[in-house]
Nanobody
Framework: VQLQASGGGLVQAGGSLSLSCAASGRISKINVMGWYRRVPGGQRDLVATISRGGTATYADSVSGRFTISQDSTKKAVSLQMNSLKPEDTAVYYC????????????????WGQGTLVTVSS
């Protein structure tokens, strides 16, 4: 299973950006997709996730400013980031968990390539 992330870039504080991530490969179903981020020298922290049923969870630091959504296929997610702050500067990673399709059925956890978000003050 491959995850292709897009979006990100440079924005001034208070601005908005959107990230997108699409999953491809032999996928039977995806149970949850989400976004994590890593600041330089830091660990990869959860930003937001959305379940197959549409339940979204957010880190306290982004709640009320970021919105995660999924498309009708349940294989792509977007992260709308508003009111961005310099502390949101990080490399953002897409993640998906689910079940692969035939001929080899098994659980998977996949990460996409990171995309850099830089918020200037």
């Amino acid at each position: 299973v491959q995850l292709q992330a897009s979006g990100g870039g440079l924005v001034q504080a208070g601005g908005s950006l959107s990230l997108s991530c699409a999953a491809s490969g032999r996928i039977s179903k995806i149970n949850v997709m989400g976004w994590y981020r890593r600041v330089p020298g830091g660990q990869r922290d959860l930003v937001a996730t959305i379940s197959r049923g549409g339940t979204a969870t957010y880190a306290d630091s982004v709640s009320g400013r970021f919105t995660i959504s999924q498309d009708s296929t349940k294989k792509a997610v977007s992260l709308q980031m508003n009111s961005l702050k310099p502390e949101d500067t990080a490399v953002y990673y897409c993640r998906a968990e689910g079940v692969t399709g035939l001929p080899s059925i098994h659980n998977f956890r996949s990460w996409g390539q990171g995309t850099l978000v830089t918020v200037s003050s």
